[in-house]
């Protein structure tokens, strides 16, 4: 009999967190936390938004804003950039980590910077040429995989 309930609950449980992980809603730009608007509105104020989405798992919310043009940016739920995705432009130079930059434009100087992703302890960077960078938490070179 216990072995049954508990059998029951774990299943009950499973499907309850299949149900609340992938919840996605839409939201205005407004509905942002502060920090990702501020950061829109610095880096991306000339841009139209074509779609703005919290995107909520059991324990977190994040946050995506999709463009127009294709541009995407990702943010933690503090507002906290954690992509900037410029697929037919470039990603603004202010936004990427200064040694990162000069380590691109010393090895890469023909080169656009089209996404950077900010990981745990590194940070991804793809270029105009097919080239992923990837950075340790001290942006340090640690890996570089040609497309």
């Known amino acids: 009999m216990i072995r049954k309930v508990f059998i029951s609950m774990a299943i009950l449980f499973g499907a309850l967190t299949t149900v609340l992980a992938d919840d996605d809603k839409p939201v205005t730009i407004d509905q942002l936390p502060t920090k990702a608007k501020s950061?829109?509105?610095e880096y991306f104020s000339n841009e139209k938004v074509a779609?703005?989405?919290?995107?909520?798992?059991?324990?977190?919310?994040t946050f995506e804003v999709i463009f127009v043009n294709g541009n995407k940016l990702e943010f933690d739920n503090k507002g906290n950039w954690t992509e900037v995705?410029?697929?037919?432009?470039?990603?603004?130079?202010k936004i990427v980590p200064s040694a990162i930059m000069s380590y691109i434009k010393k090895n890469y100087p023909d080169c656009k910077v089209l996404t950077i992703e900010i990981e745990k302890n590194r940070t991804e960077v793809k270029l105009s040429n097919?080239?992923?960078v990837t950075f340790n938490k001290n942006n340090e070179v640690i890996d570089i995989d040609m497309d």
Do not use: G, Q
């Open 130 to 132: 097919r080239v992923e």
């Open 39 to 41: 950061f829109i509105t």
């Open 85 to 93: 995705n410029c697929k037919y432009s470039s990603v603004p130079e």
């Open 51 to 61: 779609l703005a989405k919290e995107e909520k798992d059991f324990w977190n919310s």
